[in-house]
């Protein structure tokens, strides 16, 4: 376990609560997400979206920015799901073409 994760186990890391200020609207979107997305409490979903971020720090804006795009076409219809085996062919001819 890395200091960066917070869960929190009593043999774990020393959790710190910190303050952290955001739009109203960008809070409600944070607040639908998590209760979506099935995490027991916006910290546990925050404390997820923070250990990603600092784990993968080289995904860039742009790469979460397409994530999100392609979540909206799927929940509205407009794309459909891929197989993990049509992902990785597609992840492989990408490193072809570098």
Known sequence: MSDADTAGTEDGPETVQINLRLSKAFLEDIDATWQEEGF??????????????VKHPAFSRE???QIAATEHDLRSGDAELVSREEVVEMMDRDEDDE
Not at 40 to 53: G, I, T
């Open 40 to 53: 027991n409490s916006r910290s546990e979903f925050l404390r997820y979206a923070a250990r990603d971020a």
């Open 63 to 65: 790469g979460w920015k």
